[in-house]
């Protein structure tokens, strides 16, 4: 008697979203996040005077080559050859943030919204090792999806920036 | 005639630390992050209804599993073997948010810390992934280390916590 | 002289098929294997508790996210984006076992047997791994196709099972 | 207010062991697993006729290369650096079988029994995936650890061998 | 105020070409390279007794599965489904070289020049290593593309071999 | 009856050599390798002009990520654990060659020529796919170790380069 067990049911489920039946559009993400440091971190930074080298420069490519990869990062996402992966970083004196941006697209059956964010986390975290030596106390923050277009659900674009409370 | 440009030293440069001369010592760290999301988001999430599967075990796994390979995120991170890697994710009703924390320990030349923080962004991509069909704003933000112990450096704990603007 | 040895002919030949000509068409599998432990380790499995967690969540990740990597298990395998991948465990009291199967689809120039075999050994290797402290004479077997479809050949299914020796 | 939800307990649960307290000692494992085929299948193996090319030659190297990155296929494994790892191939004529064994070793905190069964597995799955033209119905069974030693448990072998059922 | 500083785009820049307005075709490209050796070492090599064991049939599949991953060697390369990957290796007796040759194809929006490259280097790199016991002074050299064809730049093929210098 | 096949032993045998009995001594590796390539290309890359970006960063990055997953690339390689590996970048003028080098080091007990090695084939491969636009000619060369210290054999320094025909 083969008995399948409630809490197989219950717990533990996972699935790929099956979408063998969806053809493929353009898709385009954007997402956004932010490392803030203190006073130090943030000139050393600016100035590219960090000691584990040129901080922007690494954490580019970390973010690039994190996002090629994103279905290893991220357990129920499909693999999605992109046509495009691109990473700017902002320094915003102010806030004393590096402001990371990652526009990804492809033509495929899924989004590319995992992409663009994992490339963001990657060159955030990028960025947290090659200052943390200066400030341990750094905050990666406001990770998210600025826009998304294609697929089933068309264009999305986030409304006015809330700030508080990231 | 061999000419070392200066941008060759000025642009690019990107070193892993030299750990040759450190011993192991015991290293622990604890990071936390918190993703943020809209009611229903969040209410479909503490009653694990989220259409694609458990969403805490699938980040769990994903922080645990990203860990293990955090010198393949983070391009000048020394690979370190994990004695320990823990995710633990509590949610938090009044702030509609999913609080992920991680420790990390191992006995190496290095510390953990991104050990740690790569757990915790992997386990809050991976939420974000869960349930991003329901809500497409979700935030993920206050990635930090808490506490560090274990080699050159020693103890840190991080002070009361900020919450304005993460 | 260029010399062709004969050894190189002879031994060690490896080659990926060639598919260029191969035009994509809609490809499923479904492979199945079981997980055979004593009594004490299937009742602690059943019962959801197994020291290591929650074992079925686990081995259903491990096996979803080691078919996406299926060409870098097996060395002549194309790399395929799979459109779905799932994995399901029944417990079968009768022979203290757990049934993995996985169901595999993409729209290809090569087919999934090989992704959805990955999957079900990926997880069986997974329950394994989460039963070990309790039964070390636990048996992975009976890792088969059961069906496929698509491609040239077409569809196949498996006869009556044959339990014997597996 | 923190609400730690029920289901985030009881479900999902995963955890790598804590071994920060544990000493290195020498780990040894030997796993065994069988891929029998058709007689086809069988003879052009035998002969090293496969049109994918040197069948054995193949599994060998996968199961080598699979077994060093244990780590990424079964979810709670620890990194082991492994000082050794071998693959032999025995040829059962009567069975019709593949006879796939592994031995690992290392100084290391945790066992290496997962190292020598996923070695197994990756090379039967290699083995499967040269002759799968020849024979779909190719079973991979009786994947088992034949011996252990090292670390706290000490020495363990299999009882005589079961077949029946696998 | 967002201030984006020189050193951002001076240096340290990046990009994956987009690719998201060029429409697949078939891409086709061999690349070569010499690994060149001492008597004893390229003898031991012919007649296929290097200690660490087959050595051509070690190298071709550590091309073949490099290229499958060219997009994790290369960083701002993008991911390519090969149709095909097949590599050679020629034993040059007066030069005392192995020569490798790997030709790759895919129908896709970029070339695979990178991922017969890749091969070539993968499996110069295992050649070396199988053979470096013997011959520490192993000269891996004349790593280049020979023709590509597919693509808005179409057909190209290298010009008479230069040797000198390679 | 088993049978042990004759081509079982003869073709595709592979081992990782069993270090178990090895204790770990501190070791060094220096490699090196050119890339050589027309006046244009040259002369962008040594204006850091070349349109994908600021080349000899992404390629010393490239190396540092490739040599810490060498045990991936080459088949029979250990895992180690790298101390320190740096990869530096010399223009070459007269002969339009970026020269780089690569130096790993590690308390181990295998040898890390195959790190620096590694390290060294990949930042020439991306230093090939930042310029391949400008020149299709370009030639990988004189990849070779220059010294290794450490293990059972110590110390090796190469002799006086040679230079023709790499």
Avoid at 6 to 31: C, L
Avoid at 119 to 144: F, H, N, P, W
Avoid at 149 to 166: H, K, Y
Wanted: glycine share 8%; aromatic share 4%.
């Amino acid at each position: 008697m083969m008995a399948k067990l409630t809490h197989t049911d219950e717990a533990g489920r996972a699935r790929m979203v099956d979408v063998s039946a969806k053809r493929p559009t353009r898709r385009r993400a954007v997402a956004r996040g932010r490392v803030r440091m203190n006073a130090k971190a943030f000139r050393q930074l600016s100035e590219n005077r960090l000691a584990k080298g040129d901080a922007l420069a690494v954490a580019r490519l970390a973010g690039i080559q994190a996002a090629k990869r994103t279905a290893e990062w991220v357990p129920l996402c499909h693999s999605v050859p992109l046509d495009h992966l691109e990473v700017t970083i902002d320094l915003d004196d102010r806030e004393r943030a590096a402001e990371v941006t990652a526009q990804a697209s492809a033509r495929w059956t899924t989004g590319v919204e995992m992409e663009a964010l994992v490339a963001v986390s990657a060159a955030c975290l990028a960025l947290y090792d090659m200052a943390k030596a200066v400030d341990r106390g750094i905050t990666i923050g406001e990770v998210q999806l600025l826009s998304k277009s294609g697929g089933r659900t068309g264009r999305w674009t986030r409304g006015p920036v809330r700030r508080r409370g990231d």
